[in-house]
Protein backbone atom coordinates (compact mmCIF):
# COMPACT_ATOMS: atom_id res chain seq x y z
CA UNK A 1 0.00 0.00 0.00
CA UNK A 2 1.42 3.62 -0.58
CA UNK A 3 0.54 7.23 -0.05
CA UNK A 4 -2.29 7.23 -2.64
CA UNK A 5 -4.37 4.39 -0.91
CA UNK A 6 -4.13 6.39 2.33
CA UNK A 7 -5.41 10.03 0.26
CA UNK A 8 -8.37 7.36 -0.95
CA UNK A 9 -9.56 6.95 2.75
CA UNK A 10 -9.13 10.15 3.55
CA UNK A 11 -11.26 11.63 0.82
CA UNK A 12 -14.04 8.38 1.57
CA UNK A 13 -13.79 9.75 5.41
CA UNK A 14 -14.55 12.96 4.86
CA UNK A 15 -17.37 12.20 2.40
CA UNK A 16 -18.97 9.79 5.24
CA UNK A 17 -18.41 12.28 7.63
CA UNK A 18 -19.68 10.20 10.28
CA UNK A 19 -20.72 10.90 14.09
CA UNK A 20 -17.22 10.13 15.66
CA UNK A 21 -16.68 9.61 19.51
CA UNK A 22 -13.57 10.45 20.95
CA UNK A 23 -12.28 9.90 24.50
CA UNK A 24 -10.47 12.86 26.59
CA UNK A 25 -9.37 12.74 29.96
CA UNK A 26 -7.46 16.19 31.91
CA UNK A 27 -7.18 17.52 28.58
CA UNK A 28 -5.59 21.13 28.10
CA UNK A 29 -6.95 23.46 26.05
CA UNK A 30 -4.20 23.18 23.53
CA UNK A 31 -4.98 19.02 23.43
CA UNK A 32 -9.03 20.48 22.99
CA UNK A 33 -8.15 22.98 19.94
CA UNK A 34 -6.23 20.68 17.98
CA UNK A 35 -9.36 18.11 17.83
CA UNK A 36 -10.99 21.28 15.83
CA UNK A 37 -8.65 20.06 12.64
CA UNK A 38 -10.66 16.65 13.25
CA UNK A 39 -13.69 17.62 12.45
CA UNK A 40 -12.78 17.71 8.54
CA UNK A 41 -13.74 13.58 9.00
CA UNK A 42 -16.40 13.28 11.11
CA UNK A 43 -18.81 15.01 13.38
CA UNK A 44 -17.11 14.60 16.41
CA UNK A 45 -18.80 14.01 20.08
CA UNK A 46 -16.30 14.22 22.93
CA UNK A 47 -16.34 12.52 26.26
CA UNK A 48 -15.20 13.21 29.38
CA UNK A 49 -14.34 16.52 30.50
CA UNK A 50 -12.83 18.92 28.32
CA UNK A 51 -11.49 20.98 31.14
CA UNK A 52 -11.84 24.82 29.51
CA UNK A 53 -14.47 26.33 26.69
CA UNK A 54 -15.20 24.17 23.97
CA UNK A 55 -17.37 24.67 21.07
CA UNK A 56 -17.41 21.03 20.22
CA UNK A 57 -20.18 19.13 21.31
CA UNK A 58 -19.27 16.65 24.71
CA UNK A 59 -20.56 14.57 27.75
CA UNK A 60 -19.30 14.95 30.20
CA UNK A 61 -17.68 11.67 32.44
CA UNK A 62 -16.15 10.78 35.40
CA UNK A 63 -15.41 7.46 33.71
CA UNK A 64 -15.38 8.57 29.90
CA UNK A 65 -13.51 5.01 29.02
CA UNK A 66 -16.90 3.48 30.26
CA UNK A 67 -19.22 5.77 28.50
CA UNK A 68 -17.30 6.03 25.36
CA UNK A 69 -17.78 1.79 25.08
CA UNK A 70 -21.92 2.79 26.13
CA UNK A 71 -22.43 4.98 23.61
CA UNK A 72 -21.06 2.68 21.13
CA UNK A 73 -22.38 -0.18 22.36
CA UNK A 74 -25.74 1.70 22.38
CA UNK A 75 -25.25 2.85 18.79
CA UNK A 76 -25.22 6.63 19.69
CA UNK A 77 -22.20 7.17 18.02
CA UNK A 78 -21.08 5.62 14.36
CA UNK A 79 -17.30 4.94 15.87
CA UNK A 80 -14.99 5.17 18.63
CA UNK A 81 -11.27 6.71 18.90
CA UNK A 82 -9.41 6.05 22.24
CA UNK A 83 -8.16 9.77 22.04
CA UNK A 84 -6.18 10.65 25.54
CA UNK A 85 -7.74 8.11 27.36
CA UNK A 86 -5.79 5.44 29.72
CA UNK A 87 -5.47 2.53 27.67
CA UNK A 88 -5.68 -0.22 30.24
CA UNK A 89 -8.90 1.23 31.70
CA UNK A 90 -10.19 1.71 27.84
CA UNK A 91 -9.26 -1.59 26.64
CA UNK A 92 -10.39 -3.31 30.27
CA UNK A 93 -14.41 -1.44 29.60
CA UNK A 94 -14.23 -2.40 26.09
CA UNK A 95 -13.22 -6.06 26.48
CA UNK A 96 -15.91 -6.40 29.06
CA UNK A 97 -18.78 -4.60 26.80
CA UNK A 98 -18.40 -6.74 24.38
CA UNK A 99 -17.41 -9.72 25.68
CA UNK A 100 -13.96 -9.77 22.69
CA UNK A 101 -10.02 -9.94 23.77
CA UNK A 102 -8.44 -6.55 22.14
CA UNK A 103 -6.59 -7.03 19.19
CA UNK A 104 -5.37 -4.19 17.24
CA UNK A 105 -3.21 -3.09 14.39
CA UNK A 106 -2.03 0.04 14.00
CA UNK A 107 -2.50 1.88 10.20
CA UNK A 108 1.42 3.73 9.51
CA UNK A 109 2.53 5.63 6.66
CA UNK A 110 6.13 6.08 6.34
CA UNK A 111 7.79 7.73 3.80
CA UNK A 112 4.66 6.45 1.10
CA UNK A 113 4.74 3.27 2.53
CA UNK A 114 1.28 2.23 4.30
CA UNK A 115 0.94 -0.62 6.25
CA UNK A 116 -0.54 -2.36 8.99
CA UNK A 117 1.65 -3.30 12.09
CA UNK A 118 0.70 -5.36 15.30
CA UNK A 119 1.41 -6.76 17.75
CA UNK A 120 1.57 -3.44 19.25
CA UNK A 121 -0.04 -3.72 22.93
CA UNK A 122 2.48 -4.53 25.51
CA UNK A 123 0.82 -7.17 26.36
CA UNK A 124 -0.83 -8.64 23.56
CA UNK A 125 0.72 -11.28 20.92
CA UNK A 126 2.26 -13.58 23.75
CA UNK A 127 1.19 -16.63 21.77
CA UNK A 128 1.66 -17.61 18.52
CA UNK A 129 -1.89 -18.50 18.34
CA UNK A 130 -2.80 -14.29 18.89
CA UNK A 131 -0.28 -13.32 16.11
CA UNK A 132 -1.75 -15.36 13.69
CA UNK A 133 -5.26 -14.30 14.45
CA UNK A 134 -3.95 -10.87 14.34
CA UNK A 135 -2.01 -11.87 10.95
CA UNK A 136 -5.47 -13.12 9.48
CA UNK A 137 -7.61 -10.21 10.78
CA UNK A 138 -5.25 -7.90 9.31
CA UNK A 139 -5.86 -9.62 6.07
CA UNK A 140 -9.15 -9.85 6.52
CA UNK A 141 -9.74 -6.45 6.80
CA UNK A 142 -7.42 -5.48 4.06
CA UNK A 143 -9.26 -7.26 1.97
CA UNK A 144 -12.50 -5.91 2.56
CA UNK A 145 -10.92 -2.49 1.69
CA UNK A 146 -9.41 -4.28 -1.65
CA UNK A 147 -6.10 -4.71 -1.30
CA UNK A 148 -4.80 -8.18 -1.69
CA UNK A 149 -2.46 -8.30 1.21
CA UNK A 150 1.47 -9.28 1.52
CA UNK A 151 2.43 -10.05 4.95
CA UNK A 152 5.89 -10.24 6.49
CA UNK A 153 6.17 -11.94 10.03
CA UNK A 154 9.38 -11.26 12.26
CA UNK A 155 11.04 -13.24 14.73
CA UNK A 156 14.49 -13.08 16.76
CA UNK A 157 17.08 -13.95 14.88
CA UNK A 158 18.09 -15.24 11.02
CA UNK A 159 16.94 -19.00 10.60
CA UNK A 160 20.86 -19.28 10.61
CA UNK A 161 20.99 -18.72 14.48
CA UNK A 162 19.04 -21.77 15.20
CA UNK A 163 21.22 -23.06 18.08
CA UNK A 164 22.23 -20.46 19.88
CA UNK A 165 19.92 -20.32 22.66
CA UNK A 166 15.97 -21.58 22.93
CA UNK A 167 14.22 -18.29 23.30
CA UNK A 168 15.67 -17.92 19.63
CA UNK A 169 14.99 -21.34 18.45
CA UNK A 170 11.39 -20.90 19.49
CA UNK A 171 10.85 -17.68 18.00
CA UNK A 172 12.12 -18.39 14.64
CA UNK A 173 9.85 -21.88 14.21
CA UNK A 174 6.77 -20.03 15.59
CA UNK A 175 7.76 -17.48 12.46
CA UNK A 176 7.82 -20.17 10.07
CA UNK A 177 4.76 -21.85 11.56
CA UNK A 178 3.13 -18.67 11.33
CA UNK A 179 3.91 -17.80 7.79
CA UNK A 180 3.28 -21.13 6.67
CA UNK A 181 -0.11 -20.97 8.43
CA UNK A 182 -1.21 -18.00 6.62
CA UNK A 183 0.06 -19.75 3.51
CA UNK A 184 -2.64 -22.63 3.73
CA UNK A 185 -4.86 -19.95 4.40
CA UNK A 186 -4.59 -18.33 0.83
CA UNK A 187 -2.41 -15.20 1.24
CA UNK A 188 0.69 -14.44 0.45
CA UNK A 189 2.95 -14.78 3.35
CA UNK A 190 6.85 -14.88 4.27
CA UNK A 191 8.88 -14.95 7.33
CA UNK A 192 12.10 -12.79 7.65
CA UNK A 193 13.55 -13.44 10.77
CA UNK A 194 15.05 -10.10 12.30
CA UNK A 195 15.04 -8.81 8.64
CA UNK A 196 12.70 -5.77 9.34
CA UNK A 197 14.25 -3.84 6.55
CA UNK A 198 13.39 -6.32 4.31
CA UNK A 199 9.65 -5.49 5.25
CA UNK A 200 9.35 -2.60 3.17
CA UNK A 201 6.19 -2.93 0.75
CA UNK A 202 5.02 -5.28 3.31
CA UNK A 203 1.34 -4.49 3.98
CA UNK A 204 0.87 -6.14 7.09
CA UNK A 205 3.85 -6.76 9.38
CA UNK A 206 3.48 -8.69 12.41
CA UNK A 207 6.18 -8.56 15.14
CA UNK A 208 7.76 -10.81 17.89
CA UNK A 209 5.72 -10.22 20.21
CA UNK A 210 3.73 -6.63 21.55
CA UNK A 211 6.74 -5.27 23.49
CA UNK A 212 8.57 -5.64 20.66
CA UNK A 213 5.80 -4.16 18.66
CA UNK A 214 5.12 -1.38 20.78
CA UNK A 215 9.29 -0.07 20.15
CA UNK A 216 9.11 -0.61 16.35
CA UNK A 217 6.04 1.52 16.79
CA UNK A 218 7.21 4.10 19.15
CA UNK A 219 10.49 4.27 17.02
CA UNK A 220 8.78 4.66 13.63
CA UNK A 221 6.06 7.30 14.79
CA UNK A 222 8.61 9.52 17.74
CA UNK A 223 11.92 9.30 16.30
CA UNK A 224 11.26 8.45 12.34
CA UNK A 225 8.59 10.86 11.47
CA UNK A 226 6.17 8.25 10.94
CA UNK A 227 2.32 8.68 10.64
CA UNK A 228 -0.15 6.79 12.97
CA UNK A 229 -3.52 6.52 11.52
CA UNK A 230 -5.01 4.94 14.81
CA UNK A 231 -5.14 1.07 15.40
CA UNK A 232 -8.48 -0.28 14.35
CA UNK A 233 -9.56 -2.84 17.03
CA UNK A 234 -10.79 -6.09 15.21
CA UNK A 235 -14.21 -6.61 16.04
CA UNK A 236 -17.53 -5.89 14.68
CA UNK A 237 -18.05 -2.64 16.31
CA UNK A 238 -15.65 0.42 15.30
CA UNK A 239 -12.82 1.38 17.84
CA UNK A 240 -9.67 3.00 17.20
CA UNK A 241 -6.99 3.06 19.26
CA UNK A 242 -4.71 5.87 19.31
CA UNK A 243 -1.66 6.35 21.19
CA UNK A 244 -1.85 9.61 23.61
CA UNK A 245 2.41 10.16 22.51
CA UNK A 246 0.83 12.32 19.70
CA UNK A 247 -0.41 16.05 19.12
CA UNK A 248 -2.68 15.30 16.41
CA UNK A 249 -5.90 12.71 16.39
CA UNK A 250 -6.86 13.32 12.73
CA UNK A 251 -5.89 10.17 11.68
CA UNK A 252 -7.58 8.03 14.05
CA UNK A 253 -10.96 9.86 13.65
CA UNK A 254 -10.36 10.05 9.99
CA UNK A 255 -10.09 6.04 9.70
CA UNK A 256 -13.03 5.75 11.97
CA UNK A 257 -15.19 7.38 9.78
CA UNK A 258 -13.71 5.88 6.75
CA UNK A 259 -14.81 2.22 8.67
CA UNK A 260 -18.12 4.03 9.57
CA UNK A 261 -18.66 4.85 5.04
CA UNK A 262 -17.49 0.87 4.50
CA UNK A 263 -19.67 -0.61 7.00
CA UNK A 264 -22.30 1.32 5.99
CA UNK A 265 -22.20 0.43 1.86
CA UNK A 266 -20.95 -3.50 2.91
CA UNK A 267 -24.89 -3.07 5.03
CA UNK A 268 -26.62 -1.81 2.25
CA UNK A 269 -25.22 -4.44 -0.39
Known amino acids: MDSIFVRSLQEKARARHARI ?21 ADLLLVGDPCC ?18 LLAAGEIEGAVRGNLPAGRTMRALAEQFQIRVRRLALLELSGWAFLLGPVGIDEGESMSDREELLLGGAKFLQSMGVVP ?12 MGRCERVDRSLLEGELIAARAQEAGLLACHKGILIESCRGDDIVIAPEGVSGNLIFRTL ?43 EKKNRE
Open 21 to 41: GIGIWNADAELIASLQSATEY
Open 53 to 70: DCSLDYVASKEPWKELVS
Open 150 to 161: QAAVLSGGRMED
Open 221 to 263: LLLCGAQSYGAPVLMDKIFIDSSRARGSFDGPVMLASFMAGMR
